[in-house]
């Protein structure tokens, strides 16, 4: 299989050459753009062809500090401005950003390697939590009651947390960098951002935006770079840092974990995740491939939410595979800026032999490739999409983030069956029930170890519902009104008979 060269691309080189020119290239400090204090920079790359697209300056130990330093000092003024004047910040960031969609979305094409109208469903997606934490910023409820004994009184208030690290993967560039900075910004913390190294570009734009919106200096810092320990490792060991928000891989996570104890701060960690699909012999199967394919290769399958496992009752999983497989095989590889691109590029070299090794190692412990299977030619980290059939339930996919658009398909018997193999991972974030029968779906969904659950539904990502795992896929909620929770302390006041 080969892939279409990049020059049949309908976005012409200028177009993407201008983009690119438009994004700064500098860390955000203090509201100015600025060279990195050794002047080192690094390199930004297109995954589907290879090739540099930006240089950036690569912030060092220093830098980060200098972040912090900004963050403090713009700390105490920015949780003492009207909420009212936060929300209306984020609501005109979402304006510039949905009036950008296209850059932003091309942008996240060209370095993430997502097809455009993926990446245009990422703006819609991300710019949502602009506007959602607008309207929660003035919502953030306290209480005042009487005291059980009587007499006394009991205030509560929230109040920001105080300077943010936030560090963001690479896979959705954009609404990872949103689900943070948003709430930060509603409960009225400042912060430092370290965007991934491989995809950058999006948020150096969005901080731009933010800017424009009419965020004042200091209260959002950006510092990529390629040391990704540099710039955490002076950061939590300040007492003047107060929390570390994290969305990434749950080795780094637990790093991060144990760094942040020095100071015991607060965390929020959305790590990784081994979700379940799993389609009872009573679903409607043609609903239930259409939420696979939506599940499986959204992203290409670069999702923490990604079905990693298809858990099918075996009266059913002839018919259901055949027909996946078919779906899966008409999928169109390509360039992410050509129109008839479904599938674009994995993220780089490493990640693309990551997924070949282990459809290879389930090959060869008995599975069978219905499609797909062995990497595909030319320039650029293309894996085709994947069904492999008869996975064995020791095989080491169905234990690891699989990451591509690689769909292993395990069968089950009973409905006891396929609950104890969905809780069989030490992971806990999304899970996909497809039944016609409700009471089954609830009564499942009471006995599966995950943060979410999708009922007939193969996307559950939104910026109004609480996103976030059990297990070892991580702690605290971004998005729903928990969102904004992450980012205060509450204090009470006892009141001695007013
Ligand atoms: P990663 O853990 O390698 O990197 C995530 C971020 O952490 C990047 O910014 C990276 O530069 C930084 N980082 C890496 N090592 C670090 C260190 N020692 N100290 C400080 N920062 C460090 O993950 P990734 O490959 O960018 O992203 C993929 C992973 O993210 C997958 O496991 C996926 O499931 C997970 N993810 C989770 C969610 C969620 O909401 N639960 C969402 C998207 C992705």
């Known amino acids: 299989m080969t892939v279409s060269p990049a020059d049949s691309s309908d976005i012409s080189a200028a177009r993407e050459a201008a983009l690119i020119a438009s994004v700064p ?23 589907a062809t290879g090739e540099v697209l930006a240089t950036l300056a690569s912030a060092t130990s220093e830098d980060a500090l200098a972040a912090l330093d900004a963050a403090d000092k713009a700390q105490f003024g920015w949780a003492r401005t ?20 296209e850059d932003f979305a091309l942008l996240m094409t060209l370095e993430m390697g997502k097809p455009l109208a993926e990446a245009r469903g990422e703006v819609t997606y991300g710019a949502e939590f602009l506007r959602w934490f607008s309207e929660e910023a003035v919502r953030d409820y306290g209480r005042y009651l009487t005291t059980p004994e009587g007499k006394n009184k009991i205030l509560v208030q929230h109040k920001p947390v105080g300077p943010c690290l936030l560090i963001t993967p ?4 954009l ?3 949103t689900r943070k900075v948003a709430p930060a910004v509603a409960a009225g913390c400042t912060m430092i951002l370290k965007p991934a190294k491989l995809t ?3 948020s150096q734009l969005f901080a731009q935006t933010m800017l424009e919106a009419g965020l004042p200096a200091g209260v959002l810092n950006v510092v990529s770079s390629s040391s990704a320990a540099g710039i955490s490792g002076p950061l939590l060991t300040d007492p003047r840092l107060r929390k570390v928000s994290f969305t990434g ?42 939420g696979a394919m939506a599940a499986k290769m959204r992203n290409m399958g670069e999702a923490c939410t990604a079905a990693n496992r298809f858990l099918v009752q075996e009266s059913v999983a002839a018919e259901f595979t055949t027909k996946f497989a078919v779906a899966m095989g008409a999928l169109a590889i390509g360039r992410g800026t050509e129109p008839a691109a479904q599938v674009g590029p994995l993220i780089d070299a490493g990640a693309r032999d990551d997924v070949h090794a282990l459809v290879r190692a389930a090959i060869d412990a008995g599975a069978t490739a219905v499609t797909g299977g062995s990497p595909v030619d030319g320039p650029g980290y293309f894996y085709p999409p994947t069904v492999l059939a008869n996975v064995p339930n020791d095989a080491a996919i169905l ?30 974030l999304a899970s996909y029930l ?32 609480p996103f976030g795992g059990v297990k070892q896929s991580g702690l605290g909620r971004e998005g729903g009104s928990e969102g904004i929770a992450e980012y205060t302390t509450t204090q009470y006041i006892g009141i001695a008979d007013p």
């Open 399 to 428: 234990r690891q983030e699989i990451f591509g658009p690689v769909a292993p398909v395990t069968l089950f018997s009973t409905e006891g069956d396929a609950i104890r193999l969905a809780n069989a991972s030490e992971y806990g």
């Open 170 to 173: 690479w896979n959705f560039p």
């Open 200 to 202: 950058p570009l999006t």
């Open 82 to 101: 009207a909420p009212r004047e936060r929300a209306e910040i984020l609501r005109r960031a979402f304006d510039l950003v949905t009036e950008r969609a």
């Open 249 to 290: 891989s749950t080795p780094v996570g637990k790093r991060l974990m144990a760094d942040a104890a020095h100071n015991v701060l607060r965390t929020s960690m959305e790590l990784g995740g081994n979700a379940p699909f799993i389609v009872f012999e009573d679903a409607d199967l043609d609903k239930a491939v259409e």
């Open 434 to 465: 497809y039944s016609r029968d409700f009471s089954r779906l609830l009564r499942v969904a009471e006995q599966i170890e995950f943060g979410m659950v999708g009922f007939n539904a193969g996307v559950i990502s939104n910026a109004a519902a």
């Open 175 to 177: 609404a990872m960098a």
């Open 25 to 47: 290239t500098g860390l955000l400090i203090d509201g100015q753009w600025r060279n990195a204090s050794d002047g080192g920079t690094f390199n930004v790359y297109d995954p």
